[in-house]
């Protein structure tokens, strides 16, 4: 395998990144009308799946020359196993359309999104295993990637913000990422820049972590409160750490308070406990939309539903006394398909099983985190490349878990990508620190 080839491959997996960076950006813009965002939308998932139908192409192409499934480690042979078992079983219940009634439209767009995602893990996992080469460019280009895209966001962003304009969609709702913020805190504190460099990374992450909380968001203060608090925990260099989260919160504050930004943010958190059921309006929804799929599993005539859920493209009515904002919602009027929880949402449609299933596929990166608890262990990777992506992208994991609470995070999304690079450069590290050790042996 060339060198050119690994990389072109790298880039494939991640172009969709940047055409989804694209419409948002579009999107921020312009701030489209309902009908128009809703095409956006559509088109965004599109371009976002575009990354598994390549997957699917490359593992077709893999198979017709002849090249087996490699195990190449055991967490390739954990994945590659766990995904040929969810491909059978979401390919499987298509069954259940029928028996539940569901839409033809709304079960075609679920499966892809369904079945998609596990086929580009079978093939990051399986063609290029053994490809150090694949492994960092596809891990150095994402890193790219995700840079670039926090740095234009952020100009996006400041641009708007210092038209006075904070909320709203697209890169509106910027965020400069859980991996960003925790590369760069765990770069910073523990010398692997210059100091003029170290400096100049601070001052920049403290602007984009600013305009991030301009975007008024309320997942996006949860997520950069968590990942801040996560980093501080597998730092090894704790006071060094905590001296510059407490220099960050301090000057956001001062800034909040001499801009008035500080009642806008107090405001927006009073929102929340708005409204009749002490929730507002959003917050409802969501939880309207979990009680909605849970009373309809628990009265369906399916078989077995708790098992294996109501199938891809599952609709549900709104349940008593938790009513809906609007009834245009799903296939018909009264009908609701969308449910922005991911737990939720995997229990209605798979059932226990379709959720153990993604719970196995999250289960490494737990067995990750109980690894890095050993002290010497943590100050290696805190200093060793591969193992400050390690620990970023653990975070960065961990937080689009608890996302997930509110929003579909796993389900339809690149998570196979985030597994790779965790995978790929804990056992990069793992590696080097056995070396490192038997050097000073």
Known sequence: ???????????????????????????????????????????????????????????AAAVAVGRPLVFANRFARYYICISLAALAYFAGILILTPAAGNSIGYTVGDLYRAVLPWISIVVLFSVFPGSEAFRD????????????????????????????????????????????????????THGSYAPARAVGWSVVLAILVALSVLSFKRGTW??????????????????????????????FGFAGHVTGLNAMVAQRLTYTISGPRVADASSFERVAEG???????????????????????????????????????????????????????????????????YGLLILPVFVLLARVRSRRYREFLCRNWHGQVCLATLVAVLGTLILGLKGNVIYGATFGSDLFILVGSYLAAAKEYEESIGLSN
Do not use: C, W
């Open 222 to 251: 949860i997520l950069i409160a968590f990942t801040l608090t996560m980093t501080l925990v597998l730092s090894t260099r704790r006071a060094r750490a905590l001296g510059f989260v407490a220099v960050l919160i301090g000057l």
């Open 137 to 188: 460019r596809f891990i150095r280009l994402t890193i790219a990637i995700a840079f670039a895209a926090a740095l234009v966001g952020g100009v996006v962003k400041a641009v708007f913000a210092a038209k006075g304009v904070f909320y709203g969609a697209g890169l509106l709702q910027y965020y400069v990422g859980s991996f960003v913020l925790s590369y760069v805190l765990l770069r910073v």
């Open 291 to 357: 009680a909605g799929a849970m009373h309809a599993l628990a009265t369906t005539r399916v078989p077995l539903a708790f098992l294996t859920g109501l199938g891809h493209g599952a609709e549900f009515r709104a349940a008593p006394g938790f009513p809906m904002k609007s009834e245009e919602g799903g296939s018909a009027p009264g009908l609701f398909h969308h449910i922005h929880s991911t737990p939720f949402l995997l229990m209605f449609r798979y059932g226990a099983v379709g959720l153990a299933l």
């Open 1 to 59: 395998m060339t060198a050119l080839f690994p990389t072109l491959m790298a880039l494939a997996f991640t172009l969709p990144g940047l055409l989804s960076f694209a419409v948002n950006a579009y999107i921020a813009a312009v701030q489209p009308s309902d009908a128009q965002m809703a095409v956006l939308v559509r088109i965004n998932g599109l371009l976002d799946g575009f990354v598994y139908v390549l997957a699917f192409v490359v593992l």
